[in-house]
Structure formats: structure tokens, C-alpha cells
């Protein structure tokens, strides 16, 4: 596709020649390297206490018996320097102890598979859009033309509620999706882990656009019993970026809650948030979001890392709502009609790339080489100090992960990241089958996309995983993991059935 041809935005809308995803490796603010530094200095304590311990074991390994009896007997002499050098054993070994973050482990995580009498091909959602009778000719064309080059496939899901004509987007109905999707995709976690609900101490869940009352959280604990002191958690409105969120919270609440698991609930709710009216800005949701969702165990037990798929390393969020445009580039709103949305601003894309920008700039000094650091950082520095035109160094991001799950929001994203970060086919693979098969699954994306992986054998030992997602507000948030074991996958797994089929060739 050459640069002159329209393309599409995260959700899909379409983006004219010049409008396009900024190139955010080319200009980078120093402030946001000093944040990812500072992260690095954070834990400056057991970067150096680690080595420390190792010299002196080193040493230790290297005396022989007359050595040990000898300095048995200077030891009996010097009392003082004994209990000294003891105190500052116990003091170091405390402090390191306290100070140091527990380990996070993944044992597994679910995503729901939709049935597939509720799948919709590209003809019957255009036929069913076209006997519902709230479009108008314009508006179903454009519909018809984001269908054909946003990248999904024609198996993705809706809901019920939308295969009925006319359609029913009732807060029942509402209620129904959410319970398919959380309950399935539980259901399968706790079957696959053998984890017993009562033992689930943490709960968070996220789920934009549906906020009923009770919580979805709540509908949680009773439907599984949970135990009365739980620690519950329901965010709303946070976007397809929340699932990220999401693991950050439970992560920081595993820090301070010891010996317990806490699950994750990532899905989105399609029945009461399709768009009826003719606003270009407010049909691309209809076009590309689809029904999903994931649930996903996490554990700081020391005895859970023989079993668990990944360590989870650094998480990084990125929130630019203190920007008026951001704060408004994806906003739900009436129309002139009345008629409730999704509205995608035409800066979407600009602000998008600000915040990738910020993101994978704070990220970098936590994730990639020495070497890479170093190239990245001199250039940079070379360009502020001495104004020259130089041109900045882009840090070989392949180097620091084996795999990529980019937020399938869109195909213009992807084939933006794709370019920007110079990555290969293969990894952005996993993203574009994602959209093809599952459609925008909001916050649950990133791990049908993980599944993908896990599902083609790819996923060794030791190997590192980037996660990242952007939403409304606007936000950027990164997650990465690493790989504890050759992960195969779980069973009744989302690609179970289709995985054979995969790759497949997509049109231009």
C-alpha cells in the first residue's frame, strides 16, 4: 500500500493521506528516558546486593580447611568485629527482604470462545444493519467500507441481543452477554487450574461501557460464593486499554496481601452500546468490536512458579487525559439525535502515537540491551546538547522481546507498529490473526493473542512478552512477562478448534 492510500485508525476509522500514525522514534522527551531510569534505580538496592553476595560466596567456596580453622581463631579474639559483621548480615538481609517486590506469577488464564451460531459474516451484518431501518444509505456504505478494510474475519461474534430484528439492547439482555462471557471463560480457569473460588483472594474486573448495579464484580462473588472478605475491585470506563490495568492493580495488591491469588476479568459489553444513528465517528465501534473476554489467575505464592506459565517483570501506564484533545479523542456522547455513542476524533492517531511515544521511551532503559541503551541514549543526547542533526537512534526493540501482543484494535495500528518499531511479520502475526478471527475484543485482546502463540508452539523458556494496549482517556500501557517454562496451551483453549488454519493470507 503505498503512503498516498487512505488507511484506518485504532477503532478503525478511516485516516486521509498526511494523517497518519506519527513516526514517535523520531522525536523523543528526555524527561520521559529520566522516568524509565529512575524505574532502573529503584531497585538499585538488589542490583548491588546481588553481586555482592555472590563475591563473598565465591571467596567462601575458595578456602580450604586450614583456611576455615584459622579464621575460626581470629574470629575467637575479635568479638567485637564478630557481633559488628553479624549485625550488618542481619541488617542487609532484613532490609533486602522487606524491600525487594515479591514475585508476581501467571499459573493460567481463559478466554471465553463465543459460540458460533452467533457468529456474523460480512453480508448478514450489512443485510441485518440495512432491515433494522436506523441507517441511512451513506451510513451503511461507509459501514460496508470499513467492513472490507478492517481486518477481521468472518467468524467474529456478536450477541444475541444484536441477531434479533429488531434488535434488543436491553439491560437484561446486557446482563446475559456479561454473564456468558465471565462465567465461560471462569469457568474454564478454574477447571484448567483446579483452584478452588473460595480460595481467590483478590478480584479485579474491567469493563468499560457496562456498569450495572450490583458490579460486575459483585455478580461474580455470587455467582462463585466468594469469601466475605475479599478484596473486590470494578473498573469502569478505563477502554481496551484497562486490562493492563488491571494486572497492575492486582499485582500491587499482591504486594501487600501475602500467600493468596487474585484474578483478573478483562471483557467488554457490545448489547447496549451499538450505535443506531448516522454519525460517521459513532458507527466504527459497530464495524469492529466483537464479543470477548478473559479471566486470568495470578498468584505470589513461592509454590505456584512450578506450575505458573509466566513471571509478570515491569508493567508501564501512560495516561495523557491531562491534554484537553486526548482527554476527548475517544468520547461517548449523544448525537444530534439523541441517539448514544462512541465518537472517534480525527486526531486519534496523532494523540495515539504521543502516547506510545511516552510509553516505549519510559520502557526501554527497563527492557533493552546495555547496548542498545547506550546507542539510543548518546544520540539523544547529541541532539539536545548540541542541537545537531543527528538522527536518533532507534533501539532494536527485537532484542529485548521473542514476542509482541499488540492491542488488535485496528489493522492501520499494527501495520503502523509494525513499520515504526521495524519488526517482522511474525510479530505482529499473533495481533492480525487476533482481529481476523476474534475482531476487537477490547481489554481481552492481548490475550487471545497470547493463546495464538501458546496455541503454535512458540513460546520457549525464558522467553519475553510484550503486552501493549491503548484506550480512551488517553492511555498506553505495557506489560511485560516472561516465560517460566515451555508453555503449551490450556485446554478448551480459544484457538482449539481453528488453530490449523492459521495463518491466513489477508487482502491489501
Known sequence: MSSEQNSTTPNGVQIQPGRRLPDFLQSVNLKYVKLGYHYLVSHLLTLCLV??????????????????????????????????????????????????????????????????????????????????????????????????????????????????LPPRPSMAAAREEAEQVMFGALDNLFANTNVKPKDIGI??????????????????????????????????????????????????????????????????????????????????????????????????????????????????????????????????????????GVSLSKDLMAIAGGALKTNITTLGPLV???????????????????????????????????????????????DELEKNLQLLPEHVEASRMALHRFGNTSSSSIWYELAYIEAKGRMRKGNRVWQIAFGSGFKCNSAVWQALRNVKPSTNGPWEDCIHRYPVQLSL
Request: charged share 20%; net charge positive; with cysteine.
Open 203 to 340: 478480584l479485579v474486573v474491567n469493563c468499560s461501557l457496562f456498569n450495572p448495579t450490583p458490579s460486575l464484580s459483585a455478580i461474580i462473588v455470587n455467582k462463585y460464593k466468594l469469601r466475605g472478605n475479599i478484596r473486590s475491585f470494578n473498573l469502569g470506563g478505563m477502554g481496551c486499554s484497562a486490562g493492563v490495568i488491571a494486572i497492575d492493580l492486582a499485582k500491587d495488591m499482591l504486594q501487600v496481601h501475602r500467600n493468596t491469588y487474585a484474578v483478573v476479568v478483562s471483557t467488554e459489553n457490545i448489547t447496549q452500546n451499538w450505535y443506531f444513528g448516522n454519525k460517521k465517528s459513532m458507527l466504527i465501534p459497530n464495524c469492529l468490536f466483537r464479543v470477548g473476554g478473559a479471566a486470568v489467575l495470578l498468584s505470589n505464592k513461592s509454590a505456584d512458579k512450578r506450575r505458573a506459565k509466566y513471571k509478570i517483570v515491569h508493567v508501564v501506564r501512560t495516561h495523557r487525559g491531562a491534554d484537553d484533545k486526548a482527554f476527548k479523542c475517544v468520547y461517548q456522547e449523544q448525537d444530534d439525535a439523541g441517539k448514544t
Open 51 to 164: 553481586p555482592l553476595m555472590a563475591v563473598i560466596i565465591l571467596e567462601a567456596s575458595r578456602l580450604d580447611p586450614d583456611d576455615i580453622h584459622q579464621l575460626w581463631l581470629h574470629l575467637q579474639y575479635n568479638l567485637v568485629s564478630v557481633i559488628v559483621f553479624s549485625a550488618f548480615l542481619v541488617f542487609g538481609s532484613t532490609v533486602y527482604i522487606m524491600t525487594r517486590p515479591r514475585s508476581v506469577y501467571l499459573v493460567d488464564y481463559s478466554c471465553y470462545r463465543p459460540p458460533s451460531h452467533l457468529q456474523v459474516k460480512f453480508h448478514r451484518f450489512m443485510e441485518h444493519s440495512r432491515l433494522t431501518g436506523d441507517f441511512d444509505e451513506s451510513s451503511l456504505e461507509f459501514q460496508r467500507k470499513i467492513l472490507e478494510r478492517s481486518g477481521l474475519g468472518e467468524e467474529t461474534v456478536v450477541p444475541e441481543a444484536m441477531h434479533s
Open 368 to 414: 533493552l540491551p546495555i547496548s542498545e541503551q547506550l546507542l539510543f541514549f548518546l544520540t539523544l543526547v547529541a541532539k539536545k546538547l548540541f542541537n545537531a542533526k543527528v538522527k536518533p537512534y532507534i533501539p532494536d526493540f527485537k532484542l529485548a522481546f521473542d514476542h509482541f501482543c499488540i492491542h488488535a484494535g485496528g489493522r492501520a495500528v499494527i
